[in-house]
């Protein structure tokens, strides 16, 4: 028959009479695509429902058995499984023509999913349990089904029979679902049964192969399973405690509980699916089983916001019940004291936290597709539900719900959610869960993702029941009901948590609830807010009142307030909208743009929560704001539109002050440009660096033209800026000075106007002025601060031929030109190069110099309280440690390897890597531990508005510090420990650096 089959399938289709031609359209109207190889399966050498001649189906019966094919998700699929099946069962066709209900329910299993076809294959008598004296149609309740799933012993043989004895009522499960005789409810419901039942039989057969006396022990179903809404596939969320029998030894009871946990665990992963214990204390670092006291002792003390919200599921499975009904006595009162906004007032604002961070760590394409994880997903719904169940289920008991629809309706009912729109919310709800069902039996394998082709769109949309409407395809139709779907999730997930919020002040009419002043606060205070009665006046002050203003401000706050909650300090961010809507509620375009241009209103939300130093540059320049709009804006100017543009700034006026007013407001422009890109994720500390020290540069050059017209330097003066430090690295940091040297070519007559022009261009741009200062630090020129500010360059070379010392030479090491006399800075760059790249490299001595330097700088430097482990730039593995490091190298090698003959770091470190000065796993070491503590100086003075180099270990400014830098970890105290483990890596590879440089 195979043979036949393939011979029908591969007939030329171009020398087909018109005949076949006919029969072949019959098919495609059947449903089929490849109509070939379907009248080949069809026909007399297949099944025989097909006659060639008469170009249809045999019989009555046979057409009834064709269109039932038809209509399944994959006639072709459906059709190509029926004869896999029927070689292993010749008896197959005969009952399905005698028994209608057979075939609705065989065909959909066939056409829906190739795993459960192979299942039928390798298991050829399991395709009778869907006949319909079988009675397939009705669930036959939770103990029948654990009666079901009972193997006698353990062992192998025992079980692969649970095994096939799962497939089997997972087999009818799937059927029922896919003829529509359960509703998406029943189905979840009856798959959550199946794994209990899965469970209970693993533990019989785990317990039966246990050597000794077997400790008391009780699995606990945890996350979809705890809420009876499972899917096909899934992980199987599980707690397990135990005590000992009587007043036996706990510790032995727990290691034998744990070995039983261990081979239950591995039962199941072999029958079904991974048994997940990743919700227990600790997650994966902790034991895997634990007693009652020991449960009680961490949720009581360290357990996190999303623990508790987890508990919300938790449900008795199998085991010792009287133990699994003690553990719950002692962890559901913890739940809704941890909710208690008086004792734990961030908890619902940590879990939030959570929500968004798996939101954030989609791609855009997952974003869009995902109906778990995604925008208008299954978790929108959850988490919205789970959220106002911790908010008010303190004080009303009928919503401690496990399962997501009876606590959407508990809500519904006690009047938390408006009718309409819990009506809505479970309706999507169930729509959602039957396409990941669907997309899940397809090959019984763990998916949550739409799919992008055509031809997998096409699948879907037939197995949930689509047809062509009109003009519009199955795809069509089924992509406009999902699209709408999710937008309508997400505005109501946005709706339920925040809306009310506004109503309370606001007073608009509206289906749900309206919350009394006092009830706004208490959900104000559980999102985070530290002065609710003062976010409650803000918002009131933004929407109060019928003005075209407030309405649109009303249409804004459900979906800014998320973000504000979620920052570490969400009455900060909300006042400073406030603060920026009032100074632009009048502009016509202000409220247009956060309304039409998306991004923008959640942008500005996000950066405003975040940081004071962004804050602080918007009040002072407020239509900076449209750069939120064009992702193009979010891109660092380039060095040359940047000078060109702040040259003609101060081209415009003819008095100093004020052009170098035009130029300072210019740069606070392209601060807020680079702070916002940096924030969104779109630069990283090195381009964070180069450009500021392009803006840096543009503004020097600019301002020094200014200077010079200020004090009337003639035009033959030859004057230079040679940047220094990070300046001259082109690695500043948003609190750098601008580290400079000054030089002039003249002789005695020009050194006096040089240094007027020195002076007055430093004045200009440190002078007090709403706009940021660029402070001007010249401490790095010879004989420090006591030596003159401005030398010729006759002066630089005389001093660095007959006085320059070690740590000169090493600080030029970043000198490059950056405004005034381009050809007098080559001139002085050229003086540099032998003193900075030493020909014979350093001897002892000066090696030793510098290191006696660097210990005195480690040990002198470092401010008085500060953490070593975390200071950025002096402590241990920080910025020095690491530059000290590239800088000696430089220092002892650069004479002869042209290579390192670089201002920057991580190119030195590479160059250093090609040079065999270095190995690939230090400079990577180095890169990361600059890197990092490099992003976190920004993210201080981002969050903080102010310059710092000590990570703090705890507190706000830590979460303003790791939000800043989107940490995907769920504590803040984990990027404190990623730090130290980077900076520890770091520093040891310093310390044998520098002890191998010693000669």
């Known amino acids: 028959m195979v043979a036949a089959v393939r011979a029908g399938a591969s007939g030329g289709l171009v020398s087909r009479p018109e005949s076949a031609r006919r029969r072949g359209d019959r098919l495609s109207r059947y449903g089929f695509a490849d109509v070939a190889r379907a009248a080949a399966l069809l026909g007399p050498d297949g099944l025989g429902w097909w006659d060639a001649g008469a170009g249809g189906p045999t019989d009555d019966g046979a057409a009834a058995l064709v269109r039932t094919v038809g209509s399944t998700a994959d006639p072709d699929l459906a059709l190509h499984q029926v004869h896999r099946l029927v070689a292993v069962a010749p008896e197959v066709p005969a009952a399905l023509r005698a028994d209608p209900g057979l075939a609705a329910r065989l065909l959909a299993v066939l056409g829906a999913s190739e795993a459960l076809g192979d299942h039928l294959v390798g298991a050829p008598t399991h395709w009778a349990q869907l006949a319909s004296d079988t009675d397939p149609d009705t669930f036959r309740g939770a103990e029948a089904l654990r009666a079901e799933l009972s193997p006698a012993g353990g062992g192998t043989a025992a079980v692969e029979e649970l095994r096939l004895a799962y497939r089997g009522v997972l087999l009818r499960i799937a059927a029922a679902d896919l003829t529509g005789a359960r509703t998406v409810d029943e189905v979840m419901a009856e798959l959550a049964a199946l794994a209990d039942g899965t469970l209970a039989a693993a533990l019989r057969i785990s317990e039966a192969e246990a050597p000794g006396e077997l400790p008391r022990l009780a699995v606990v179903a945890m996350g979809k399973c705890g809420g009876r809404e499972l899917n096909y596939v899934s992980d199987v969320d599980v707690l397990f405690v135990a005590e000992p029998v009587g007043d036996g030894d706990t510790d032995a009871a727990l290691r034998a509980a744990t070995a039983i946990a261990v081979r239950l665990i591995d039962v199941c992963r072999q029958v079904a699916w991974q048994v997940d214990a990743g919700l227990r204390p600790e997650g994966r670092d902790g034991p895997l089983v634990r007693t009652v006291a020991s449960y009680r002792a961490y949720y009581t003390r360290w357990a996190k916001g999303w623990e508790f919200q987890a508990l919300l599921k938790a449900r008795p499975v199998t085991g010792d019940a009287a133990l699994a009904e003690e553990w719950?006595?002692?962890?559901?009162?913890?739940?809704?004291?941890?909710?208690?906004?008086?004792?734990?007032?961030?908890?619902?604002?940590?879990?939030?936290?959570?929500?968004?961070?798996?939101?954030?760590?989609?791609?855009?394409?997952?974003?869009?597709?995902?109906?778990?994880?995604?925008?208008?997903?299954?978790?929108?719904?959850?988490?919205?539900?789970?959220?106002?169940?911790?908010?008010?289920?303190?004080?009303?008991?009928?919503?401690?719900?496990?399962?997501?629809?009876?606590?959407?309706?508990?809500?519904?009912?006690?009047?938390?959610?408006?009718?309409?729109?819990?009506?809505?919310?479970?309706?999507?709800?169930?729509?959602?869960?039957?396409?990941?069902?669907?997309?899940?039996?397809?090959?019984?394998?763990?998916?949550?993702?739409?799919?992008?082709d055509e031809a997998g769109l096409r699948w879907l949309a037939h197995a949930l029941g689509y047809r062509a409407e009109g003009d519009?395809?199955?795809?069509?139709?089924?992509?406009?009901?999902?699209?709408?779907?999710?937008?309508?999730?997400?505005?109501?997930?946005?709706?339920?948590?925040?809306?009310?919020?506004?109503?309370?002040?606001?007073?608009?009419?509206?289906?749900?609830?309206?919350?009394?002043?006092?009830?706004?606060?208490?959900?104000?205070?559980?999102?985070?807010?530290?002065?609710?009665?003062?976010?409650?006046?803000?918002?009131?002050?933004?929407?109060?009142?019928?003005?075209?203003?407030?309405a649109i401000q009303r249409t804004l706050l459900p979906a800014l307030l998320p973000e504000f909650a979620d920052a570490p300090e969400p009455d900060h961010g909300l006042l400073a909208y406030r603060r920026v809507s009032e100074k632009l509620g009048r502009t016509p375009w202000y409220l247009r743009l956060l309304r039409d241009s998306g991004p923008v209103a959640i942008r500005l939300a996000r950066l405003l929560g975040t940081s004071r130093y962004v804050t602080d540059l918007l009040a002072r320049d407020p239509e900076a704001l449209r750069l939120l709009a064009d992702d193009a804006e979010l891109v660092p100017r380039e060095p040359a539109a940047l000078t060109e543009a702040m040259s003609a700034a101060v081209r415009r006026h003819d008095r100093p002050d004020d052009a170098v007013g035009a130029l300072r407001a210019l740069r606070r422009r392209e601060l807020f440009r680079i702070a916002c890109a940096d924030l969104l994720g779109r630069l990283d500390v090195v381009a964070v660096g180069r450009a500021l020290s392009d803006v840096t540069d543009a503004v020097l050059a600019a301002a020094l033209r200014v200077a010079r017209a200020a004090v009337d330097a003639p035009a033959d003066l030859r004057f230079t800026v040679i940047g220094m430090g990070r300046l001259g690295g082109a690695e500043m940091s948003y609190g750098s000075d601008a580290d400079v040297l000054f030089v002039h070519s003249g002789g005695d007559d020009a050194q006096s106007r040089a240094h007027a022009v020195a002076e007055k261009l430093r004045a200009l741009l440190s002078a007090p002025a709403p706009d940021p200062p660029l402070p001007i630090d010249a401490g790095l020129r010879p004989e420090g601060r006591q030596g003159p500010l401005v030398r010729s360059l006759a002066a630089y070379r005389s001093y660095y031929a007959r006085w320059s010392r070690v740590w000169e030479s090493q600080a030029l090491l970043r000198a490059r030109y950056v405004a005034g006399d381009a050809a007098l800075g080559d001139e002085f760059l050229a003086v540099a190069d032998p003193v900075r790249y030493p020909a014979k490299g350093l001897d002892t001595a000066q090696v030793r110099e510098i290191l006696r330097i660097k210990a005195r700088v480690d040990a002198e430097r470092l401010p008085r309280g500060a953490d070593p482990a975390t200071h950025t730039k002096l402590g241990r593995g920080g910025l020095a440690d690491v530059e000290w490091t590239v800088q000696l190298l430089q220092l002892r090698y650069a004479g002869a390897t042209p290579t390192l003959r670089t201002t920057r770091t991580l190119d030195a470190l590479d160059a250093a890597v090609g040079a065999g000065l270095l190995t690939a796993a230090d400079a990577m070491e180095l890169s990361a531990a600059w890197r990092l503590a490099g992003s976190v100086r920004n993210a201080m003075m981002l969050v903080r508005g102010r310059p710092s180099d000590q990570l703090p270990r705890h507190g706000v400014e830590l979460a303003g510090v790791v939000r800043a830098l989107r940490f995907d970890g769920e504590d803040p105290g984990e990027f404190v420990d990623e730090y130290l483990r980077t900076a520890r890596r770091a520093r040891h590879v310093v310390a044998d650096r520098m002890e191998a440089e010693v000669p």
């Open 472 to 550: 519009r395809t199955v795809v069509q139709a089924f992509l406009r009901d999902w699209s709408r779907l999710a937008r309508n999730v997400r505005r109501l997930h946005e709706k339920l948590l925040y809306r009310p919020l506004l109503e309370a002040v606001a007073k608009v009419p509206t289906e749900a609830l309206r919350l009394t002043s006092g009830a706004a606060e208490s959900r104000l205070a559980a999102l985070g807010f530290e002065d609710p009665a003062g976010a409650l006046r803000h918002i009131g002050a933004l929407t109060g009142g019928v003005s075209r203003t407030a």
């Open 328 to 452: 719950l006595d002692c962890v559901r009162p913890l739940v809704w004291q941890a909710t208690d906004a008086a004792q734990r007032p961030k908890m619902v604002a940590e879990v939030r936290a959570m929500r968004r961070r798996v939101e954030d760590q989609l791609s855009a394409a997952d974003v869009e597709r995902e109906i778990k994880l995604g925008r208008g997903g299954l978790r929108d719904i959850e988490f919205a539900v789970q959220l106002l169940q911790l908010v008010h289920g303190r004080s009303d008991p009928e919503l401690r719900e496990p399962n997501t629809l009876a606590a959407l309706a508990a809500l519904t009912a006690g009047g938390y959610v408006g009718r309409a729109d819990g009506e809505e919310l479970a309706g999507s709800y169930r729509f959602l869960r039957t396409v990941e069902h669907r997309l899940q039996l397809q090959h019984l394998r763990r998916t949550h993702r739409i799919p992008d």
